[in-house]
């Protein structure tokens, strides 16, 4: 069965800082997901990444896939506030006629002014 | 479009009371999904339905039950509410499974 480990859980960063996100995953899977979390509210769907190779950007955020690696990055560029939130990663469990998605533990986010 | 709706939003129950946990999506998906939520262990998936007509144990499915009512809505059941149940439970559906999964709002169980 797929097992996806993010690093860090935590992270403090300050603004206009870079930093990267990393998701590590097990087993064959062609498919990676990234999910935002604000507190107290549900999961919101930031990139999926469909093959090797797979780079997508929205704002300050880039997300990219390497499969042969079995690895996801999310980097955050020039940090601000509004990007505190949990981040996480899930990739995708084959098992036969259903496939179901495995997630992270989640990468706690604090940007400090 | 709603996408995912959960009712109820919160809810306080005593050890052994049961209750139902509704989740209805209105994107004509054909899986969807429940999860719970607990600190520092990310999402684990409960129960899920890949179409209309199944349903299949997930990560952990101990103490609870589904039905999959029809193709929209998916309801989740504790027959005999435990302390270690107190948890945020999250409905989500996706067009297939293995593909982008929506989200509903949350339920925040307490049982006490």
């Known amino acids: 069965e797929l097992k996806v480990e993010q690093n860090p859980l935590f992270l403090s960063m300050q603004e206009g800082k870079n930093y990267t996100i990393y998701c590590n995953y097990s087993?064959?899977?062609?498919?990676l997901y990234w999910y935002r979390q604000d507190p107290g509210k549900s999961l919101e769907s930031l990139f999926v990444?469909?093959?090797?190779?797979a780079v997508k950007q929205e704002g300050r955020l880039m997300a990219s896939l390497d499969t042969k690696a079995r690895l996801s990055t999310l980097h955050i560029t020039a940090a601000v506030h509004d990007l505190s939130a949990t981040y996480f990663c899930?990739?995708?469990?084959?098992?036969?006629?259903?496939?179901?998605?495995?997630f992270g533990t989640g990468t706690l986010l604090a940007v400090q002014p | 479009n709603a996408g995912v709706t959960q009712t109820p939003k919160f809810q306080v129950l005593k050890t052994g009371q049961s209750m139902t946990l509704q989740c209805a999506q209105d994107?004509?998906?054909?899986?969807m999904y429940w999860y719970r939520q607990d600190p520092g262990m990310g999402l684990r998936l409960i129960y899920y339905?890949?179409?209309?007509?199944?349903?299949d144990k997930g990560e952990v499915p101990n103490g609870y039950n589904v039905s999959r009512l029809n193709k929209r809505e998916f309801s989740l059941r504790l027959e005999s509410a435990a302390p270690s149940q107190t948890s945020v439970y999250f409905c989500a559906s996706s067009p297939r499974t293995g593909y982008e999964q929506y989200f509903g709002p949350g339920t925040r169980l307490t049982v006490t």
């Open positions: 899930a990739g995708e469990n084959y098992g036969g006629a259903t496939n179901k998605l495995i």
């Open positions: 339905s890949a179409s209309e007509g199944t349903t």
């Open positions: 990444l469909l093959s090797n190779g």
């Open positions: 087993t064959t899977s062609d498919r």
């Open positions: 994107m004509n998906h054909n899986s």
